[in-house]
Antibody, heavy 122, light 106 residues
Framework: QVQLMESGGGMVQPGESLRLSCAASGFTFTSYDMHWLRQAPGKGLERVASVRYDGGNKWYADSVKGRFTISRDNSKSTVELQMNSLGVDDTAVYYC???????????????WGQGTLVTVSS | TVLTQSPATVSLSPGERATLSCRASQSVGIYLAWYQQRPGQAPRLLIYDASNRATGIPARFSGGGSETDFTLTISSLEPEDSAVYYCQHRSNWQLSFGGGTKVEIK
């Protein structure tokens, strides 16, 4: 079955960096776009970044553009999110999610990991 | 595109019908999905392209609408349907979520 397991969350101070990782299994990783979404405490959902199945195209929310970088390693079935210049507004649970579309960009999320908490606080 | 969900909270008894609304600030065609998020859990895809049930979703969940007005209907509420429901659009290379509707089971 499809499994997505995030790691790398934790508490950092404003201005610091953090790298999240998501290990995927149970599906043909190389055929699906992958995404990072987040949810601030008590708030709604926000798509943070997406990467096409072949790594060719990447998309970012305006709120993280220039600070966050998404990447994928198709040989290891992993997707990562490098987060720099973190601010208190980046505090959230970060979810890794799989796209619904097979070898095409659909931007519906049919499987989610359990999430990893990132806390930015001084 | 801004998605506005209503009501913010609905409280119903088991067996009752729930109708949730999602309104888009501009047309999104049929490119709208619904997710369920139970407390402490990750979201789960229920409906995509306005009316298609995702794999493994019970038939009591149905979606409808197009352009700017969409509904998620739960025909007969079960206790496990207590959750927050989000709509999400994807169109014109943009993506956003609504603010959510909380469904409480009495």
């Amino acid at each position: 079955q499809v499994q997505l397991m995030e790691s790398g969350g934790g508490m950092v101070q404003p201005g610091e960096s953090l790298r999240l990782s998501c290990a995927a299994s149970g599906f043909t990783f190389t055929s699906y776009d992958m995404h990072w979404l987040r949810q601030a405490p008590g708030k709604g959902l926000e798509r943070v970044a997406s990467v096409r199945y072949d790594g060719g195209n990447k998309w970012y929310a305006d709120s993280v553009k220039g600070r966050f970088t998404i990447s994928r390693d198709n040989s290891k079935s992993t997707v990562e999110l490098q987060m720099n210049s973190l601010g208190v507004d980046d505090t959230a649970v970060y979810y890794c999610a799989k796209d619904l579309g097979l070898a095409r960009t659909i931007w519906y999320f049919d499987y989610w990991g359990q999430g990893t908490l990132v806390t930015v606080s001084s | 595109t801004v998605l506005t969900q209503s009501p913010a909270t609905v409280s119903l008894s088991p067996g009752e019908r729930a109708t949730l609304s999602c309104r888009a600030s501009q047309s999104v065609g049929i490119y709208l999905a619904w997710y369920q998020q139970r407390p402490g859990q990750a979201p789960r895809l229920l409906i995509y392209d306005a009316s298609n049930r995702a794999t493994g979703i019970p038939a009591r969940f149905s979606g409808g609408g197009s352009e700017t007005d969409f509904t998620l209907t739960i025909s007969s509420l079960e206790p496990e349907d207590s959750a927050v429901y989000y709509c999400q659009h994807r169109s014109n290379w943009q993506l956003s979520f609504g603010g959510g509707t909380k469904v409480e089971i009495k």
